[in-house]
DNA sequence: GGACAAACCTCG
DNA sequence: CGAGGT
DNA sequence: GTCC
């Protein structure tokens, strides 16, 4: 903790200093300027923002100074070599980091030059702007009574052939109908929690990588296209599956139902008064309501060309982005396929990319996976290599592999792999804790089997410890019906605690799949006071009534949300079972929701589509005017400023996507 | 030849 | 920081 | 590895 006050006190002192690695990407242009200035003055706001082509701001890092970076810019590395005019305001990203962290929203139009620090001021240009007020304006809740918003609807249980738990009827997805209104009670268990019905589900084919091709589909005549563009494409129709990916539609035959452990999230969240302020509609505009009671179509369609103010914001997103097609559950094929013999050999090829743990392997793997998509959907098999290369991501190397199964059954390539060495990584890596660093390592070692590794226990860490000694009970996939109770204690637990808490089970249970790997639960309260100790409270009370087993980790907050990962068991459970609990601020439980509802590749489309367009989205916030440094991706210079949201509709708004149910978001 | 490439978290 | 995890 |  001390290192941490040291870290923030260097911060603080260093922004007395002007210092500097120039950005480009920091200011906004002069099209995006007068396009916000003509929305905020139409959602009611007045806007003091001038536009212009000039570099107002500059953006900066500790690790250069300014005459440093001027000299950058002089052999014209920065800013295109243009300087910025001796008005610009340079913020050092540090500065900008504290504003982020201390929950100061800091719009682009703050930048305008001033003389002294800029003050962050209301989008609006509400009474912030003309205080000129401290840098820092501390975050308040809003303590308002609970908004309980569970509308009843009349159930009916369908199950897919998968058995997956499906919504029905007809809605649109953008809906402005909760996810989580309970439509029955339905007792669970000793706790008698209630199991909810949701909207529509028409299922669609899986996409699997983050951004896919579709046009090259059209080439491959077997191969599937893309469902909804494929509706009127001749042949390969039938290749495809049959149900439309849109979920405005809702074809008789598939329509299902959603059923689970009902949650207490409300569909809105209330916003601090700062965010409240610069809050609007990010689907119209309107000051009144938020894009998930937008009486207006979703935006990006020719009926509603609105887009949102802030610098990067798209008109609209191509079909190609994972997350702007719904994605149902994966389908179980009845029988065989017709290229089985294909498939099972490529799925092995994947796994030992995956086993590598490099990036080009992983990259490598991602391609494959798509590809392999396409070709799980083939009616008609695979015969020439000709036929393979028209599948999408099937290149000159998957072609050949392709060939050399149609002629051997087998692949050279795994056949190599197929030693004692390989499978003892392979099996090492599937236990919780072990990596594929230390699955080599482990082999380095000697042993092979996980008895080895039981027998050897003062090598392992903590965790791995638990993960090998638990390994067999790990591996099992926990019954929605087991989830459904789990679940209902949990929910039990935290509500007697603290009956204002808001909580919902997240990831695939969410998701509405028929098994989860997991358990994983949010809770959050408007009281920001509490948070700490309800995090305790709960997980103390799961270990004292005996239902926590293990912990694998918890934070002990250091960041805004606090994470437990743990093991559970039910008194009469046969297996021990993961467990995830996450506390989150209240301003954060829609980004945090979105985010532990997944699935995991939904997200990482999602993430990447924003920082396409320079804004970054994380389990905390949306936020746009992020700076990154142009050679090292990784590195971010700056947070740039949080978009508030009131809910999830709210932040698929904000990146030009049609609202997705939580059930058409399994890639 | 480059783009592709999530964004966080804890543990040791 | 790397490794492993969500 | 694939696509452009
Ligand atoms: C694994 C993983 C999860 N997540 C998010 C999305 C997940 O839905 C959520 C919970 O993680 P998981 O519990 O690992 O995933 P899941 O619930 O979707 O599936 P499973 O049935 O195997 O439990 O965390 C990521 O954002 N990135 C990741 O790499
Ligand atoms: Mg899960």
């Given at each position: 903790m001390e290192s941490k006050r040291a870290k923030l006190a260097k911060k603080k002192a260093f922004l007395e200093g002007v210092h500097a690695v120039l950005t480009k990407s920091a200011y906004e242009s002069a099209a995006h300027a007068r396009r916000r200035a003509a929305v905020i003055a139409k959602a009611g706001g007045t806007c003091t923002m001038e536009p212009t082509d000039e570099t107002n701001v500059v953006l900066c890092s500790e690790t250069t100074t300014k005459a440093e970076a001027m000299e950058r810019i002089k052999q014209g590395k920065d800013l295109g070599g243009k300087p910025p005019p001796e008005a610009a305001h340079w913020v050092t990203t540090a500065w900008l980091t504290e504003c982020v962290k201390a929950k100061t929203f800091i719009p682009y139009d703050c930048f305008t030059v001033r003389s002294g620090a800029p003050a962050p001021v209301g989008e609006s240009g509400s009474s912030a702007a003309e205080t000129g007020s401290p840098s820092r304006q501390p975050l308040r809740h809003r303590s308002s009574s609970a908004s309980s918003t569970s509308s009843q609807r009349s159930a009916l249980q369908h199950i897919n052939s998968n058995g997956d738990y499906f919504p029905a009827s007809g809605s649109p997805s953008r809906t402005t109908s909760n996810d989580n209104n309970p439509a029955r009670a339905l007792d669970v268990g000793p706790?008698?929690?209630?199991?909810?019905?949701?909207?529509?589900?028409?299922?669609?084919?899986?996409?699997?990588?983050?951004?896919?091709?579709?046009?090259?589909?059209?080439?491959?005549?077997?191969?599937?296209?893309e469902p909804s563009a494929s509706a009127s494409a001749s042949a390969s129709a039938s290749a495809s599956a049959s149900q439309p990916s849109s979920a405005t539609q809702s074809p008789a035959a598939l329509v299902a139902r959603s059923q689970r452990v009902v949650g207490t999230s409300p569909e809105e969240i209330e916003l601090p008064p700062a965010w409240e302020a610069i809050y609007h509609c990010y689907n119209c505009g309107a000051k009144d309501h938020g894009a998930r009671t937008c009486p207006l179509p979703p935006r990006g369609t020719p009926e509603n060309t609105y887009v949102p103010g802030?610098?990067?914001?798209?008109?609209?997103?191509?079909?190609?982005?994972?997350?702007?097609?719904?994605?149902?559950?994966?389908?179980?094929?009845?029988?065989?396929?017709?290229?089985?013999?294909?498939?099972?050999?490529?799925e092995k090829l994947h796994d030992t990319y995956a086993d590598y743990g490099t990036w080009l392997h992983q990259l490598k793997a991602s391609n494959l996976h798509t590809a392999l998509a396409f070709i799980r959907r083939m009616k008609e098999p695979i015969t020439t290599y000709e036929q393979a290369r028209r599948i999408p991501k099937v290149g000159n190397e998957t072609a050949k592999k392709i060939d050399e199964i149609l002629s051997t059954g087998t692949l050279q390539r795994l056949e190599a792999f197929d030693t004692p060495e390989k499978r003892a990584q392979h099996e090492f890596s599937q236990i919780y804790g072990v990596g594929t660093a230390t699955a080599k390592q482990f082999v380095a070692k000697g042993f092979r089997t996980i008895q080895d590794l039981l027998d050897n226990q003062h090598e392992l860490t903590e965790r791995q410890r638990i993960g090998v000694r638990l390994h067999q009970e790990l591996q099992e996939r926990i019954?929605?019906?087991?989830?459904?109770?789990?679940?209902?204690?949990?929910?039990?637990?935290?509500?007697?605690?603290?009956?204002?808490?808001?909580?919902?089970?997240?990831?695939?249970?969410?998701?509405?799949?028929?098994?989860?790997?997991?358990?994983?639960?949010?809770?959050?309260h408007r009281d920001k006071r509490v948070l700490d100790t309800l995090f305790k409270r709960v997980i103390d009370a799961l270990h004292d009534d005996g239902f926590l087993t293990h912990d694998l980790a918890r934070s002990e907050g250091e960041s805004t949300q606090y994470k437990y990962m743990g093991i559970g068991k039910l008194?009469?459970?046969?297996?021990?079972?993961?467990?995830?609990?996450?506390?989150?601020?209240?301003?954060?439980?829609?980004?945090?929701?979105?985010?532990?509802?997944?699935?995991?590749?939904?997200?990482?489309?999602?993430?990447?589509?924003?920082?396409?367009?320079?804004?970054?989205?994380?389990?905390?916030?949306?936020?746009?005017?992020?700076?990154?440094?142009?050679?090292?991706k990784d590195k971010k210079l700056g947070d740039g400023s949080v978009i508030p949201v009131k809910s999830e509709h709210d932040v698929f708004a904000l990146l030009a996507l049609k609202y997705r149910p939580p059930w058409e978001r399994n890639a």
């Open positions: 706790m008698s929690s209630t199991l909810t019905v949701n909207d529509t589900h028409p299922r669609s084919s899986e996409q699997t990588a983050l951004i896919s091709t579709a046009g090259a589909a059209t080439h491959a005549t077997a191969a599937a296209t802030f610098p990067g914001a798209r008109k609209r997103v191509s079909r190609e982005w994972m997350c702007a097609r719904s994605h149902g559950h994966r389908k179980d094929r009845q029988g065989a396929g017709p290229n089985d013999l294909i498939i099972s050999n490529l019954p929605r019906t087991e989830v459904d109770r789990m679940v209902a204690h949990v929910k039990h637990v935290v509500l007697s605690i603290e009956p204002g808490c808001i909580f919902e089970a997240c990831g695939s249970y969410r998701r509405g799949k028929k098994t989860c790997g997991d358990v994983d639960v949010l809770i959050s008194k009469d459970a046969s297996f021990h079972r993961r467990v995830d609990i996450i506390v989150v601020p209240w301003e954060e439980w829609p980004c945090a929701i979105l985010y532990f509802t997944g699935s995991g590749a939904f997200n990482r489309s999602m993430r990447l589509l924003a920082r396409k367009m320079g804004w970054s989205l994380s389990q905390h916030t949306i936020n746009y005017g992020v700076v990154r440094d142009r050679k090292e």
